[in-house]
């Protein structure tokens, strides 16, 4: 059985990764597994004036602590939000560096069918820059056009908490309907049904590398 320790997540903005894969976080955390996080953009230009351009920074070093992840282990880039295809070529050399610096057994990446143009990119580098390593795409529905439920990471009640938890950290977003509460738990209750447990996380399987 694939059981890997070393675990990375790239997410194109901050909040991407605990929206796709945030109970999965915190139950590799509580496993004591080694998790990273990338986040590539600070998203300063899309705040509301009247909020500190680091908001989406400090929120997220939040939100990521609360799942369990160290705060050595938060790597953030601030490239601008929406530009990454006019850096595709440099994001790819920071993917191609991440990946001889941190050496994962999996990395999470947004889902092929995501329509975000960022999102595309950080999908399409991170095939190239892992191409020996176990790929899985979260999902985003309110950015996927379609979704193949290949794999799935079951989730206890505090692992979807924590999920929970970490979300209501980006207070700077409440107002967008995915942040809604409901929304993570009916999805989780769903993905759960489909394999068997209360509650899970379904994924994309895009490379499987035996050990």
């Given at each position: 059985m694939f059981n890997p320790n070393k675990i990375l997540i790239l997410a194109p903005h901050t909040d991407d990764g605990e929206l796709g894969c945030g109970g999965s976080i915190a139950k590799f955390c509580a496993e004591g597994k080694e998790v990273y996080y990338v986040?590539?953009?600070l998203c300063s230009a899309s705040l509301p004036t009247h909020l500190p351009s680091d908001?989406?920074?400090?929120?997220c070093k939040k939100a990521t602590a609360s799942l369990g992840i160290p705060a050595s282990n938060l790597i953030l880039f601030n490239y601008e939000v929406r530009q990454l295809p006019a850096v595709r070529q440099q994001i790819l050399e920071e993917l191609l560096q991440l990946n001889k610096k941190i050496n994962p057994d999996l990395v999470f990446l947004p889902a092929v069918s995501d329509v975000h143009q960022d999102h595309h990119?950080?999908?399409?580098?991170?095939?190239?820059?892992f191409k020996n390593t176990t790929l899985a795409g979260y999902e985003l529905p309110w950015n996927n056009y379609s979704f193949h439920t290949h794999f799935f990471i079951p989730l206890s009640a505090d692992h979807l908490n924590k999920k929970v938890e970490s979300l209501k950290a980006y207070q700077s977003q409440s107002h967008r309907s995915y942040m809604n509460e409901n929304f993570t738990r009916s999805l989780a209750t769903v993905r759960g049904v489909q394999c068997n447990s209360a509650y899970a996380e379904a994924f994309e399987i895009y490379r499987l590398m035996g050990s």
């Open positions: 986040a590539f953009c908001t989406l920074e400090q929120e990119v950080i999908h399409q580098e991170g095939l190239r820059a």
